[in-house]
């Protein structure tokens, strides 16, 4: 049964052409996050909601946002795509924003610049 | 100086080996310690939490945890092929609402 639900897992686009990825959950969470994972790095947050309160990490780039219209779903949106911006991109939610909340993680889009 | 440093691998073991993934962290305010595993082309999922220095089992796995080392491990025993996988570490100061700071992952392969 999917929990976390990515679409697409693959997505190509063109250098400075606006993407957007979207995040599905099943598990009724508060809680949704988006991470950029390059190859070989760790995963990085981005940002993460706690219902409709967003929170942007300090070091995400003007270039990144998101929108989570409901509690099911939450979108990434790249404005102007770089090729440093090529990576995994990985959706999360847990229940709660407490440490001791599991995250539990969709299976990612990978995300291709040309 | 990274948060956490993490030996990317790869790590390649015969069938059956223990195996031991490790971590270091600098911050001394990190709490609470995780491993996650991901196969390739997932997401990573949840394998253990800890919370205190010292041990926790989970059947063939255990994570050790020693504060006064910023050390963290990730012991495999009798491991097996469907073992193969990137395990990261994360770790957590408890507050940013459930801010994760992941290690790069360590790839394992475990031979037949």
């Known amino acids: 049964d999917a929990m976390v639900i990515q679409n697409p897992r693959y997505q190509v686009t063109q250098f400075g052409k606006p993407v957007t990825l979207s995040c599905s959950q099943t598990?009724?969470?508060?809680?949704m996050y988006w991470y950029q994972q390059k190859s070989s790095q760790a995963p990085k947050l981005l940002f993460h909601?706690?219902?409709?309160?967003?929170?942007n990490e300090a070091d995400t780039p003007d270039n990144f946002q998101s929108r989570r219209p409901n509690t099911s779903f939450c979108f990434l949106d790249i404005r102007s795509p770089g090729l440093g911006d090529a990576a995994m991109y990985l959706c999360a939610t847990s229940r709660g924003g407490r440490v001791q909340e599991t995250q539990y993680f969709g299976p990612g889009t990978r995300l291709l610049v040309l | 100086q990274k948060e956490v440093e993490q030996d990317p691998g790869p790590l390649s073991v015969p069938e059956g080996a223990i195996v031991s993934l490790n971590c270091t962290y600098s911050?001394?305010?990190?709490?609470?310690f995780m491993w996650y595993r991901q196969y390739s082309r997932k997401g990573p999922e949840l394998l253990m939490y800890?919370?205190s220095s010292g041990n926790k089992e989970d059947g063939r796995f255990t994570a050790q945890v020693d504060k006064s080392s910023k050390y963290i491990s990730l012991f495999i025993r009798d491991s097996q092929p469907s073992d193969s996988a990137t395990y990261l570490c994360?770790?957590?100061w408890g507050g940013g609402g459930n801010k994760l700071t992941f290690g790069t992952g360590t790839q394992l392969k475990v031979e037949l």
């Open positions: 598990l009724n969470h508060n809680v």
């Open positions: 911050n001394s305010a990190f709490q609470y």
């Open positions: 909601y706690y219902d409709k309160d967003f929170n």
């Open positions: 994360a770790i957590s």
């Open positions: 800890t919370y």
